[in-house]
């Protein structure tokens, strides 16, 4: 975490089933038609519940609130923003399977994260309920389990499937069978973060950093196109679970110090750092050529979606 800002955690006790449950979902889902994938949530904004369609994202964006009009990214994306999303309107419709799946995974990720509590507060001498007053009270923490699909595309203009960002609240317990991810090191390198049987990648976001004043690290990391072995001109497609965790909203986030530390960061909410890093990355119709124009997905040389 000092170094890098993420970590592979094993025996974590998430039953395969859970996860693989998760996986089919995610197959499922994608693999509706775009007419029905639109039928859930705010397809045209990033944020909110439901679903995102490809062209609309541009994570890049929030590394300066989109002054540099960076490219879409080549993603579509599914999130439940909370543990009973199903139970509203907007996602009303969504098969039960689903539905059911996401609850199950929800609460292990939670599991994972009272571990990942546990730990900060014994490596920062907290404690041991200190996190309690920050998520639990108010009961309304920033959880959200977000599905994410990068399609096959063709690889002519140098976009990438997710671009170089870091995340925006505390932990984010990852999961993703294929290869593409990359860690940005403290010196500017990429390297890539190869999936491992059975394991999370976790990563510290922005408020972990600030929280800890600067100790452990917000991870600069992005996804990379792999080219299929059919055809070294086509990325292959790629499926990805993101659980990111965060504070409630009205939580003031300030440096946790120990005696003769300096505050390296002003305290922020939580709530207010999320809608100022997320609000820059909706691509919208005036946005600069880049930002709307994606390479076309290439079905004959799409690879299949496989867990
Ligand atoms: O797809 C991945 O492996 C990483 C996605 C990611 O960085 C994110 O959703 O914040
Ligand atoms: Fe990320």
């Not at 907290?126 to 920033?142: G, H, I, P, T, V």
């Not at 709307?292 to 799409?302: E, H, Q, S």
């Amino acid at each position: 975490m000092r170094e890098d800002g993420m970590v592979c955690v094993t025996g974590h006790g998430v039953p395969s089933a859970t996860i693989e449950g998760m996986e089919a979902s995610a197959t499922d889902f994608f693999g509706l038609p775009e007419a029905t994938k639109r039928g859930f949530g705010t397809p045209d904004v990033y944020g909110p519940e439901g679903y995102t369609a490809r062209g609309v994202e541009s994570v890049a964006r929030s590394n300066d609130q989109g002054k540099s009009k960076e490219a879409a990214d080549v993603v579509e994306s599914f999130t439940f923003a909370s543990r009973t999303s199903c139970d509203r309107p907007a996602l009303a419709g969504l098969d039960p399977l689903v539905c059911a799946r996401a609850q199950t995974y929800w609460d292990e990720m939670i599991r994972v994260l009272d571990a990942l509590h546990g730990i900060t507060t014994l490596s920062f001498n907290l404690s041991r309920y200190f996190f309690e007053q920050f998520y639990r009270r108010a009961n309304d923490a920033s959880f959200v389990v977000r599905l994410a699909h990068y399609p096959a595309y063709n690889l002519t203009n140098g976009v990438l499937p997710y671009g170089r960002h870091t995340d925006y609240l505390t932990f984010t317990i990852l999961r993703a069978t294929q290869p593409g991810l990359q860690l940005e090191k403290r010196d500017g390198s990429f390297v890539d973060v190869l999936p491992v049987p059975d394991a999370f990648v976790v990563n510290a976001g922005d408020l972990t950093e600030l929280w800890t004043n600067g100790v452990w690290r917000s991870a600069p990391h992005r996804v990379v196109p792999v080219p299929t072995d059919a055809n070294p001109n086509v990325s292959a497609e790629r499926c990805a679970i993101a659980f990111f965790t965060g504070p409630s909203e009205a939580a003031v986030i300030t440096p946790i110090l120990h005696p003769g530390d300096e505050p390296k960061f002003d305290g922020v909410a939580a709530g207010d750092w999320l809608r100022i890093k997320i609000g820059a990355t909706t691509v919208v119709d005036d946005d600069t050529p880049d930002g709307g124009v994606l390479p076309v997905c290439d079905d004959d040389n799409a690879q299949r979606l496989s867990y």
